[in-house]
Nanobody
Framework: DVQLVESVGGLAPAGGSLTLFCATS????????MAWFRQAPGKERERVAC????????NYLDSVKGRFTMSEDNDKNMALLQMDNLKPEDTGMYYC??????????????????WGQGTQITVSS
């Protein structure tokens, strides 16, 4: 079975940095697109970053470009999201997700069939 487990989130001031980790089991990064989503209260879930199966340049939400960096550690079977210059609007529940054979094109979140439990990120102003 595929399992995704996010690291504990946290609180950061505006302008600060946080790193999220997603420990994976039961999948190969060569077969799955990996993504980070977030959802703020009262808003729809949005995809923050995505790496296509087999690696490549990550695809980012416009509002996080230049501030967030997604990467994969194949040795540790882990996906990472480095978040710099955080803004209050980055506050939300963050989820790690995986989709077998997917490309990082615009697509519904439901196309990603494997999800972590989510972790809260709060950015204070």
């Amino acid at each position: 079975d595929v399992q995704l487990v996010e690291s504990v989130g946290g609180l950061a001031p505006a302008g600060g940095s946080l790193t999220l980790f997603c420990a994976t089991s039961g999948l190969s990064f060569d077969d799955y697109a990996m993504a980070w989503f977030r959802q703020a209260p009262g808003k729809e879930r949005e995809r923050v970053a995505c790496i296509v199966w087999g690696g490549g340049t990550p695809n980012y939400l416009d509002s996080v470009k230049g501030r967030f960096t997604m990467s994969e550690d194949n040795d540790k079977n882990m996906a990472l999201l480095q978040m710099d210059n955080l803004k209050p609007e980055d506050t939300g529940m963050y989820y790690c997700a995986a989709g077998y054979g997917l490309m990082c094109l615009p697509r519904p979140a439901s196309d990603f069939t494997e999800w972590g439990q989510g972790t809260q990120i709060t950015v204070s102003s």
